[in-house]
Structure formats: C-alpha cells, structure tokens
C-alpha cells in the first residue's frame, strides 16, 4: 500500500526516525554507563571516576573538551578548576582553556557555577552570553562553543562540575540531557562510595592505632619495672666499683669483671628502650623487611615478661633456628603475639600454675606460630564472635574487643593469618606468616635489604 507523500507518512517517518534517535542515545547512555561503572570499579581514587567520565564522554558523545571543576572547601562553596582536561580536538579552545583554569566560580557565576546552585544539569549554546560569565570578553573573539555543565552531588551537596564543550551548535536536547543526567546520578553514587571506602580505610586506621596504644600501655607498666633492675644494678655496680678503686684494688681482672657486668647492664637497659619504641611507631606504612624469627619472639618476650612475672604466669618459649627468617613488619607481628599473650594473660590471671607457651613451627612457604595457654579453650558461642571487631567478654574499661580482630587484619596484610584451634587441649591461637612477600613491592624490598 502506497501512503501519499505530505500526509500520514511523513507524520510516521519523523516519528520513527524521532523513535530511532531515542534509541540511538539510550544505547549510548547504557554504554557509557556500563563502562563506568566497569572501569570505576577497579579504581579507589575518586578523581579516577571523573578521569573516566572525561574519557567516556568524550569517545561516545560529540563534545570535544571537557574538564573538571571541584568544590573547594571553604566558608562559601567554589569550583576550582583542577588539571583533569580532556580533549578530542584542542585546536580552537585555547582562550576557552586559558580564561578557565585562571579563576574559581561562584554559586549562579557562569556555567558552572549555575550547575553548582541548581544541582542540575546546565546548558547553554553559546558560552560568551551566559550571564555573569567572566571569561564572556575572551570567547566572544572565536565562533560560539556549546557547553554542558554536570553537577556531581554526594549527600545532596555538589563536590564537582563537568564542563564539556564543543563548536557545535549542541542545544539541549532531552534525550541527551537525560543521558547525562543518569550519568551525574551513576558518577554521584561513585563518587560517594568511594568516600565511604576511604573514611572506613581511615577509621579502621584510628582503630588500630588506638589498639596499638592499648597495647603499649598495657605494656610499660611491666617495662618500668623490667628497665629499673638493669639501672638498680648499674648503680650498684659503679658503688662497687668506686670503693675498689678508692680501696686501692689493682686486679685488673677483677675491675674488669665488674665493668663487663655495668656493660652487660647497660645492653639490657638499651635493648628494653629499643624494642619499646619499634613496638610504639606506626608502621603502616614500612616496607616489609626480611627478619629472624628468633628476633620477633624476643621482642615480644622482653616486652611482656616482666608483666607475666608478676602476675606468676610462667613463659614458656623454644629455641628457634636462627636461619629461619621472615619478610614482614616485625612490629607489627610482635604487635599481634603481644594481644594474643595478653588475652593469654586476662584469661588464665590468678589460676593455679598458670602458664603461656609458645611454639613455632616451619612450613613449606610459612611459619605457624603458636600461643597456648593452660587454659582449656574458649566457649563456641564466644569463639563465633572473637574475631568481630568489638566482641569482648571484658568488664567495660578492660577490653575493647579489638585485639583479634586487627591481629587478624595484621596477619592478612602479610598474607598470612590468624586462627584459633578449635578442639585443642589447652586454649591455642596460631599465627601464619609466610616466608616471603608476593608481588613487586615486596620483591623490590627484599633487593633492598639483600
Ligand atoms: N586466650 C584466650 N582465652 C580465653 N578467651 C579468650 C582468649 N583470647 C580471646 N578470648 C576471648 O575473645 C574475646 C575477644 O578478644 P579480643 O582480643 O578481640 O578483645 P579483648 O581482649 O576483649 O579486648 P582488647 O584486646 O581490645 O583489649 C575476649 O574478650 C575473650 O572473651
Ligand atoms: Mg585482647
């Protein structure tokens, strides 16, 4: 059947072809979408999410340039121009270019700022006339340049503006508008989950550090005491020695064997004070460093046996090859062993020939090292919930209930782990390190310290 031309076909030509081009910008907003949402998920840094709206929208949109603006902080909102740019054609856009990183934006001045205060997407055909423009003056000299503003909001407040812009005469379509509307709203949700990543990364860093610092003053407590007999017996050394010279004793060997006794005083002091301090420092951020493993358990050792003692806990600790070695944090493992013996220590405090033992054993890729406490194990329905973080069985003021858990996360982030035994006679949690570090990092730190 033939229609006549000028009637009901061109009505339904436009009307498909009006259908086609809908279509047409919905694939292309589902694919912008979905490469986003591809790529972003790989990435941490939120600046990566506008780098790759940047490139997205400019490979699948006709805009030639775009770029991004970020809310500064500050007592009144302003977008600051950043370095991210991207081009698909530059030539043209110079005093667009040069006239945009020299200033900031207000709320309501200029494309951008409009974008700020509405919170929507803005548009205008021809950049030079928006009102309350201030780089107006420059582009009036070159042809008109379309441009888009997309606000990205994270809580209902915009933190960054998308300006694209182009020489073509791009009017605001709704099609394309809803395109980067639903791109706005994707870059949005980015954006903010990206924060929520980094302030949980940052809070479980509070939390550790403030662990830590439990520990340590769990610690000093034992270790004023452990640092005063060394310096009792520094002083009492030098009397001696003082009252041999004045009584004129010339035995060079007996001099010597008092003075080798100061020295030997002196060494313990020293050793005590270094080992504290490399338990107290932060170390995140160290690279991972090949140690002994005899070393790792005699640091932990000297800083808590002092407070064992006391508490009439007996330590038992075996020999350990001195060729059996570790690429690690060596603090932060001696960080772990001390919560594991001071969880030791809360649980068997005060009962009958109370004692910890540790023991160490060699696997093919890793070590296992062991705590054990002469208690006889922990309740299942509290070995379900120890490792969470918070879950404590201690009085308030005692425990935070943080202690396994970030031993835990310490041991995962040298690719090992923490466990605890179930079924064991005698209460057992175990420490896997593996011998060496994966990967090109620690590669590199292990030539370093070759
Ligand atoms: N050796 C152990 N014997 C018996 N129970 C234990 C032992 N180690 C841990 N637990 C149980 O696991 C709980 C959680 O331990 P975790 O070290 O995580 O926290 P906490 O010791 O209570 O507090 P924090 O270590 O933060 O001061 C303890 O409260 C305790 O009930
Ligand atoms: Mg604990």
Same mark, same amino acid.
């Given at each position: 059947?033939?229609?006549?031309?000028?009637?009901?076909?061109?009505?339904?030509?436009?009307?498909?072809?009006?259908?086609?081009?809908?279509?047409?910008?919905?694939?292309?907003?589902?694919?912008?979408?979905?490469?986003?949402?591809?790529?972003?998920?790989?990435?941490?840094?939120?600046?990566?999410?506008?780098?790759?709206?940047?490139?997205?929208?400019?490979?699948?949109?006709?805009?030639?340039?775009?770029?991004?603006?970020?809310?500064?902080?500050?007592?009144? #909102?302003?977008?600051?121009?950043?370095?991210?740019?991207?081009?698909?054609?530059?030539?043209?856009?110079?005093?667009?270019?040069?006239?945009?990183?020299?200033?900031?934006?207000?709320?309501?001045?200029?494309?951008?700022?409009?974008?700020?205060?509405?919170?929507?997407?803005?548009?205008?055909?021809?950049?030079?006339?928006?009102?309350?423009?201030?780089?107006?003056?420059?582009?009036?000299?070159? #042809?008109?340049?379309?441009?888009?503003?997309?606000?990205?909001?994270?809580?209902?407040?915009?933190?960054?503006?998308?300006?694209?812009?182009?020489?073509?005469?791009?009017?605001?379509?709704?099609?394309?508008?809803?395109?980067?509307?639903?791109?706005?709203?994707?870059?949005?949700? !980015?954006?903010?989950?990206?924060?929520?990543?980094?302030?949980?990364?940052?809070?479980?860093?509070?939390?550790?550090?403030?662990?830590?610092?439990?520990?340590?003053?769990?610690?000093?407590?034992?270790?004023?005491?452990?640092?005063?007999?060394?310096?009792?017996?520094?002083?009492?050394?030098?009397?001696?020695?003082?009252?041999?010279?004045?009584?004129?004793?010339?035995?060079?060997?007996?001099?010597?064997?008092?003075?080798?006794?100061?020295?030997?005083?002196?060494?313990?002091?020293?050793?005590?004070?270094?080992? !504290?301090?490399?338990?107290?420092?932060?170390?995140?951020?160290?690279?991972?460093?090949?140690?002994?493993?005899?070393?790792?358990?005699?640091?932990?050792?000297?800083?808590?046996?002092?407070?064992?003692?006391?508490?009439?806990?007996?330590?038992?600790? #075996?020999?350990?090859?001195?060729?059996?070695?570790?690429?690690?944090?060596?603090?932060?493992?001696?960080?772990?062993?001390?919560?594991?013996?001071?969880?030791?220590?809360?649980?068997?405090?005060?009962?009958?020939?109370?004692?910890?033992?540790?023991?160490?054993?060699?696997?093919?890729?890793?070590?296992?090292?062991?705590?054990?406490?002469?208690?006889?194990?922990?309740?299942?329905?509290?070995?379900?919930?120890?490792?969470?973080?918070?879950?404590?069985?201690?009085?308030?003021?005692?425990?935070?209930?943080?202690?396994?858990?970030?031993?835990?996360?310490?041991?995962?982030?040298?690719?090992?782990?923490?466990?605890?035994?179930?079924?064991?006679?005698?209460?057992?949690?175990?420490?896997?390190?593996?011998?060496?570090?994966?990967?090109?990092?620690?590669?590199?730190?292990?030539?370093?310290?070759?």
């Amino acid at each position: 059947m033939k229609l006549n031309r000028g009637g009901g076909v061109d009505l339904v030509q436009e009307q498909l072809e009006a259908t086609q081009a809908q279509l047409e910008w919905e694939r292309r907003g589902t694919d912008l979408n979905g490469e986003l949402l591809r790529s972003a998920a790989d990435s941490s840094e939120e600046d990566t999410v506008y780098d790759l709206i940047l490139r997205l929208a400019l490979s699948e949109l006709p805009w030639e340039v775009g770029h991004v603006l970020k809310v500064a902080d500050g007592e009144r #909102p302003a977008l600051c121009p950043t370095s991210a740019w991207g081009a698909t054609s530059a030539a043209g856009f110079q005093a667009f270019h040069e006239e945009t990183i020299r200033g900031t934006f207000a709320p309501g001045q200029d494309l951008p700022g409009r974008a700020l205060a509405t919170g929507k997407v803005e548009w205008s055909t021809d950049l030079a006339t928006v009102s309350g423009s201030q780089r107006g003056d420059s582009l009036k000299m070159i #042809p008109p340049l379309s441009a888009i503003a997309i606000p990205i909001a994270v809580e209902g407040k915009v933190v960054a503006v998308l300006e694209f812009c182009s020489r073509a005469l791009l009017g605001a379509t709704g099609d394309l508008n809803r395109v980067f509307e639903v791109v706005a709203l994707q870059a949005s949700m !980015l954006v903010s989950s990206k924060r929520a990543c980094l302030r949980e990364e940052q809070h479980r860093g509070i939390l550790a550090s403030a662990a830590r610092l439990v520990t340590i003053g769990e610690i000093t407590a034992g270790v004023g005491h452990e640092i005063k007999n060394p310096l009792s017996s520094i002083a009492l050394t030098t009397e001696v020695l003082k009252r041999m010279v004045q009584g004129g004793v010339r035995d060079t060997g007996t001099l010597l064997e008092q003075i080798e006794r100061l020295e030997s005083s002196i060494a313990r002091a020293n050793r005590i004070v270094t080992d !504290l301090q490399s338990i107290s420092r932060d170390a995140s951020n160290d690279p991972f460093a090949p140690e002994k493993v005899s070393d790792i358990i005699a640091e932990t050792v000297g800083l808590c046996s002092a407070r064992l003692r006391r508490s009439r806990i007996e330590l038992l600790v #075996p020999a350990i090859p001195s060729e059996w070695s570790t690429e690690c944090r060596s603090s932060q493992v001696s960080q772990v062993l001390l919560n594991l013996i001071s969880n030791s220590h809360d649980a068997i405090e005060g009962s009958q020939g109370a004692w910890i033992r540790m023991e160490v054993s060699e696997g093919e890729d890793a070590y296992e090292i062991s705590v054990i406490d002469s208690g006889h194990g922990v309740a299942p329905e509290v070995a379900a919930k120890m490792m969470t973080g918070f879950f404590t069985t201690k009085p308030p003021g005692k425990g935070t209930g943080l202690g396994l858990s970030i031993s835990r996360e310490l041991m995962r982030s040298h690719g090992g782990d923490l466990r605890y035994e179930t079924g064991a006679r005698n209460t057992t949690f175990v420490a896997r390190i593996p011998k060496r570090q994966g990967g090109v990092r620690s590669a590199s730190n292990a030539a370093e310290h070759a």
